[in-house]
Structures are given as structure tokens and as C-alpha cells.
């Protein structure tokens, strides 16, 4: 998602998945050299984000990720401040844009303009393409709603709507050539009617009680639901489009708590079809973006409500932009919103890309098939048949104890390691007659510094003297190395991650070296090394943020942020 910065020209970008405080570094992308007007995620290309400013220019962008730079792609220039732009929802790369009286669209491919002309008696407010991406509606200063067709000889300019009070209007384009206007009327009610474009006609309206400001609309092409905020109110309506009267029904309606600054709609494809999401709403309040979910009360979660989610466009755009130009008008290509058959179709893809792999490889030598004929194994129905049916524990004798530990640290979180062992490679030896264990076992202990005992196992009995290290910090998770003996990490509550270095002189002259792993944001919550690779450790932290790194060259292989648990 992105939003407006509180610097004038700046464009916050988070991840949608992402919930809770935002946590610094922020992500910023320093777009206009003046306050923005206006931005739009490219339909088709999830990664380009097209913004529109104060500074005459329309800008576009590639978001890869949080963490990585932004990088402009164009810039559009324009005679006056851009005060909206729309992406065409049917054609790749078709930008129109709207800046004092003129009109523009754009083929952002090669930065030229397709189309611009003065098409407004005044300044140009609002603009809507169709849901056929033919035409657009555009509203003025000077009251009236006009439809252009921007492919026609000269530009076609049909006035639809003439209004003879109110200074602010928006336009929101329905399907069968039908348009929504929000606007004032003389009792400065606001309204929202419903004209047809080929009658030049208003069909039916709604009013929502005064205001000096107009309502903003948002539409969903899919359910034909039409949703309804304004900025400094708490309210978001929900009205649904027929295409017989009373064309606008009245839905549900919810009352916040805070003010709205801007809404919008997330993708279709992004919603939780399995709770009956149909659409989500993103409402901008002055500190905070919180998720509205429009869902549907079913008896069942458990399947799929095909009546609910028909399919929807995809990521496919129906036609270029030289093919729009020429006249073509192709829907992009539709896509389920079911899991499970999203995953036979991703299933599917893979099996077909493993085997334009496989043709390229030289086949194998052909290998000399051995048959073993085994014996059936007879299963009786109700008994348990496992070498672990009688397994039972028993405490080791007294002498192999140790005694009189030092207190111990109780600050250590529930699912943090308080002692962890360490076998040495040898770990078998001959004492006198008998073989024994060999390891050092870290205990941590309480106290100021984050100390932490180093107790060889194969000594039992009384403990007189432990060698201990102290972590500079108290200690929240530690843990050994399982190919280096000698190798303890231990998770701070400074947020660093300590890697000490514990070999046999260590211990007996009782001085460890140690380096640190300063790259987390907050605090960690546990740390471990991987299994079956060498020097890998995995720590997480409550940001949320999960580490792979190399715990010799304390270089970071991978970086996660997985979504929070609901």
C-alpha cells in the first residue's frame, strides 16, 4: 500500500500484509518536489505505482519491496498542477490524466501523449473510465459531466449532466453506460444520483444530510457494490447498483471512531475468500490505515461460495496499448478466486515447466529393475504394533548428579533455553574401567551482566567452582553449534546476538572472545542454528523479522518478515 507522507512530495510504502505499529526505518519514496495529488497501482503490474503532484509532473515508479530502493521509471510533464490520474483497466500501460480544462492520456511505454484536448469549460475535478474502458467521464468547476471518447476522429465530447448549483463534484462510471455524480444541491444536502449517458437523463438519487463537502465513491465492478466515504466524516456506505430501478439500494453502513482521510479498495484477488470476504477497505485515518472487511454471514467456512466470488480479471491485460489506440476493446482474461483450483493451476504450470526442463536434459541410461518379494507383515485390527509400546523413564543413580548450582536466571522467556550441551567430537573416553561423556553444558544464571556457567558433564557431585562468561547483557535464548563444539550464541536483551568462541584453553585461562550480530529492530524472542548446514542460524524478533546468517562471517542469507498470527 502506499499513502501520503507528512512531507509535502513524500509517498509512505508498507506492506498490505504487515498489521500493527509501524516500526522504523520507514520506507519512503521522495516523489514530487510539491505536496501529491493523486497515485494508482498499475492494474496488471503490481510493482509500478504512477503518482501525480504540484509540481506539473506525472511520475511513475517500480516498488520491488520494502526493503529495496524505489526506481523511477517516466516522468510526464504537464502546462498546470495534475489533479488526477486513472489507469485504463482493460489496456497495459494506458495513463489519462487531468490537469487544469485539458485532458490527457498517456502510453507510458514510449512517454508520448495519445490524446489531449481541452474538454472541460473549467478545472477538471474527477475522472472515471468506463467499465468497458472505452470512454471516460470527467467533471468541472463549471457543472456539467461530460463522456469522451478519446479514439474518436477529433475527440467526441458528449455533455451527459448539467447541474445549476454547487462548486465540487466527482464522477464514478457504472456499467451499462450509467454514472454516479455525488454533488450538492440547494439545500446542500449531499446527493448521489444515477444518470444515464445515452439519455442525458437522471435516473434516481439518494441523499446523506448536509455538508460543505462532497461524497467520494469507490466501486466494485465484480458485486456492483458501491461504497461511500468523505474526508473529516466517520461514516462508509455501502450502496448496491441494479440496472433496473430503483437502480441504488441501500446496504450496510459503518460509523468509526476516528476521521477519514482517504479510502480505497484493495485487489479482488488479495481478499480471504474462505471467510466470505468480498471486498476489503482500507480507511486512512490521521495516525493509522485500518482494514474494513465487507463479508457475507454464511452457515459454512469450510468451502468455497462460488456465488460470492465470480471470476474476476487477472493480471493479464486484455490488449496493448498500440492495440487500444487501433480501436480493439478486449476484456483482460478472468481468473478463479478458488484455492483450490488456483492450486491445481499453479500445480499444473510447474508439472509443464519441469518437463520443458526435463527435455533439454540427456535422457538417463536406462537401469536393470530388481524385484524383492517380502513377506506381508500381519496387522491385528486394535493393537498397537510399535518397538516403543513399553517405553518407560527411570532416574539416573545419585552419583552421576551435580549439586549446589548457582541461582539461576529467571528472566529467561518461557520458550527460551536456560542450559543447553555440547558433546566434544570425541565424546566417548576411557576414565579408569568405565567410558563417560565429555561436553560443556551453558547454564545461564542470574545477575547483572547476563552470566552464564560453563559446566563439564562428565563431572558429577558437588559443584565448587563453575568458569563463567558474561554477556554484557541479560540473556534471553543461547545455544550451541552442532558441527562446532566450541561455538555458543547467545540472544541478548539489547538485541544483538553474541557468538563466543569457548575452546579448552578458554576455559582454563577463563578469557572468551566473542563477535556480535547487531542486524535486528527489536527485541529478540529466539535463536537456533540449522541442523544440517554448516554455521547457519535462524533468529527471530518481535518486529516481526526472521534472519538466516552465517554465524563465522555474520553476513545475512536471508531476510523473512512473515505476516503476525491472527
Not at 465540487?168 to 450509467?178: A, D
Not at 477497505?281 to 454471514?297: A, E, H, Y
Not at 554455521?535 to 555474520?554: E, G, K, M, R
Request: glycine share 4%; proline share 6%.
Amino acid at each position: 500500500m502506499s499513502f501520503c507522507w507528512e512531507t509535502a512530495g513524500t509517498i509512505a510504502l508498507y506492506p498490505l500484509n504487515k498489521i500493527g505499529r509501524l516500526q522504523p526505518p520507514y520506507s519512503l519514496l521522495h516523489a514530487h518536489s510539491a505536496c501529491v495529488t493523486d497515485m494508482e497501482f498499475s492494474p496488471f503490474f503490481e510493482d509500478i505505482l504512477a503518482t501525480a503532484g504540484e509540481d506539473k509532473q506525472v511520475k511513475l515508479w517500480r516498488v520491488v519491496s520494502e526493503d529495496t530502493a524505489t526506481t523511477s521509471l517516466s516522468t510526464l510533464a504537464s502546462f498546470s498542477r495534475v489533479e488526477r490520474i486513472r489507469f485504463n483497466q482493460f489496456a497495459e500501460n494506458i495513463l489519462a490524466s487531468c490537469a487544469g480544462k485539458q485532458l490527457t492520456i498517456h502510453d507510458v511505454t514510449t512517454s508520448q501523449s495519445i490524446f489531449s484536448e481541452e474538454v472541460s469549460g473549467d478545472l477538471i475535478q474527477s475522472l472515471s473510465w468506463d467499465t468497458e474502458a472505452k470512454t471516460l467521464c470527467v467533471t468541472g468547476k463549471d457543472r456539467i459531466v461530460r463522456c469522451i471518447d478519446p479514439r474518436a476522429k477529433e475527440g467526441s465530447v458528449t455533455e451527459v449532466a448539467t447541474f445549476s448549483v454547487g462548486k465540487e463534484f466527482q464522477v464514478q462510471c457504472l456499467p451499462q453506460q450509467k454514472v454516479a455524480v455525488s454533488s450538492l444541491n440547494q439545500s446542500k444536502d449531499r446527493e448521489i444520483s444515477v444518470w444515464d449517458t445515452r439519455a442525458c437523463k437522471t435516473l434516481n438519487s439518494l441523499t446523506f444530510g448536509q455538508s460543505s463537502r462532497t461524497i467520494s465513491m469507490l466501486f466494485d465492478t465484480d458485486t456492483n457494490l458501491l461504497f461511500l466515504g468523505q474526508r473529516g466524516e466517520v461514516f462508509i456506505h455501502c450502496l448496491e447498483f441494479t440496472d433496473s430501478p430503483p437502480y441504488l439500494t441501500p446496504g450496510m453502513s459503518y460509523f468509526g471512531k476516528t476521521d477519514t482521510k482517504s479510502l480505497c479498495l484493495i485487489p479482488k484477488r488479495s481478499v480471504d475468500v474462505m471467510k466470505c470476504e468480498i471486498d476489503r477497505i482500507l480507511q486512512l485515518t490521521k495516525r493509522d490505515v485500518i482494514p474494513l472487511s465487507v463479508s457475507v454471514t454464511r452457515k459454512s467456512y469450510l468451502d468455497f461460495h462460488a456465488d460470492l466470488f465470480p471470476d474476476t480479471f487477472g493480471s493479464e491485460p486484455g490488449m496493448t496499448s498500440e492495440e487500444w489506440v487501433n480501436g480493439d476493446n478486449r476484456a483482460p482474461k478472468l481468473t478463479t478466486l478458488d484455492p483450490q483450483k488456483i492450486s491445481r493451476t499453479a500445480a499444473k504450470l510447474e508439472s509443464e515447466k519441469r518437463k520443458a526442463e526435463q527435455k533439454d536434459e540427456p535422457e538417463p541410461e536406462p537401469v536393470e529393475e530388481v524385484v524383492v518379494s517380502m513377506k506381508p507383515v500381519k496387522v491385528i485390527p486394535g493393537i498397537r504394533n510399535t518397538p516403543f509400546k513399553h517405553l518407560e523413564g527411570k532416574l539416573a543413580h545419585k552419583n552421576t548428579f551435580i549439586f549446589d548450582l548457582p541461582p539461576l536466571c529467571k528472566s529467561i522467556p518461557v520458550d527460551g533455553r536456560m542450559i543447553e550441551v555440547s558433546l566434544s567430537p570425541t565424546s566417548l573416553t576411557l576414565d579408569g574401567s568405565k567410558e563417560v561423556l565429555t561436553g560443556t553444558a551453558a547454564v545461564a544464571l542470574q545477575g547483572a551482566g547476563g552470566q552464564i556457567a560453563l559446566i563439564p558433564i562428565h563431572q558429577s557431585g558437588r559443584l565448587l567452582k563453575a568458569v563463567t562468561l558474561e554477556n554484557t547483557s541479560k540473556i534471553v535464548d543461547l545455544t550451541w553449534d552442532w558441527f562446532d563444539c566450541t561455538r555458543l550464541v547467545v540472544a541478548g536483551e539489547d538485541c544483538m546476538i553474541r557468538v563466543w568462541n569457548v575452546t579448552a584453553e578458554n576455559l582454563q585461562t577463563e578469557k572468551f572472545t566473542h563477535s556480535i550480530f547487531d542486524k535486528h529492530r527489536d527485541r529478540i524472542s529466539s535463536v537456533s542454528f540449522h541442523p544440517t548446514a554448516s554455521s547457519l542460524v535462524v533468529s527471530a524478533d518481535n518486529y516481526p523479522q526472521l534472519l538466516i546468517w552465517d554465524s563465522t562471517t555474520l553476513e545475512v542469507k536471508i531476510s523473512l518478515n512473515p505476516p503476525p498470527s491472527p
